[in-house]
């Protein structure tokens, strides 16, 4: 039987595993996907604890297929307030009194796929990681934003149309059905019958006189 000892390993580690930005046995960490659209810029921001890296240089590292790093930018001021650092067409500030690093990769190119990682720079042998992990990759360009506009557009077409078409099919159930159709109410032939006096060459004798629309008299 396995012993307690081994089971409270076990648990341990699957805690490590559980745990957002831990890093497990083989160095992993957690990353965030963005896609690369040529041309674009990239812009992240990475947090860090004011209390112990405000005054730490900071970087903006590419990291290998292998575990190799790339210093891609690195600040070298210490200001207190605003430390800035560009090298191409990477930029990146540092905000102290905020807590935030900012990073912006320009003109963004196909070969730019590839995961990158804000650091704490100590030295070039020794970083801490910030935040997590970005890992860019190939998107299809604007295609998704523009079928989404078309199925808008299509839809608000087709919705139109079938309120139109259910107008059209009330007002041909209503013909059907021997009602006037809502429009021609005003326009309706309306029958009043009254009775006058016989003329005066035919003594004793009524005329009936249905009065309409049309103005007609009818014996």
């Known amino acids: 039987m396995e012993g307690p000892g081994l089971w409270g390993r076990r648990l341990l580690l699957l805690l490590l595993l559980c745990v957002p930005g831990s890093q497990a046995a083989g160095g992993e960490q957690e990353e965030e996907q963005k896609c690369l659209v040529e041309g674009d810029n990239l812009t992240v921001s990475c947090p860090y604890n004011i ?22 930018v690195r600040t ?12 191409g067409r990477y930029l990146l500030e540092d905000y102290p009194t905020q807590a ?11 070969q730019d796929v590839g995961l990158y990682q804000c650091v704490i720079y100590l030295s070039s042998q020794q970083v801490v990681v910030l935040y997590h992990r970005i890992r860019l990759v190939q998107c299809q360009g604007l295609w998704m934003p523009a079928t989404v506009l078309a199925c808008g557009f299509i839809l608000n077409k087709g919705l139109v149309f ?29 029958k009043v019958p009254f ?9 004793g004798k009524n005329w009936e006189v249905e009065y309409n629309s049309g103005e ?3 014996k």
């Not at 292998?66 to 891609?72: A, K, N, P, V």
């Not at 070298?76 to 090298?87: I, S």
């Not at 935030?100 to 963004?108: A, E, G, S, W």
């Open 51 to 72: 209390m112990q890296y405000a005054t730490s240089l900071k970087a903006w590292q590419r990291v290998g297929s292998r575990g190799s790093l790339e210093t891609l």
């Open 76 to 87: 070298e001021t210490r200001k207190e307030d605003h430390n800035r650092a560009q090298a």
């Open 100 to 110: 935030i690093l900012r990073v912006t990769m320009t003109d963004l190119r196909r």
């Open 162 to 190: 079938t309120v139109l078409l259910i107008f059209l099919c009330r007002g041909v159930e209503e013909e059907d059905l021997g009602h006037p159709p809502l429009h021609s109410w005003a326009t309706a032939e309306r």
């Open 195 to 203: 009775t006058v006096n016989s003329p005066p060459s035919v003594p």
């Open 216 to 218: 007609n008299l009818r």
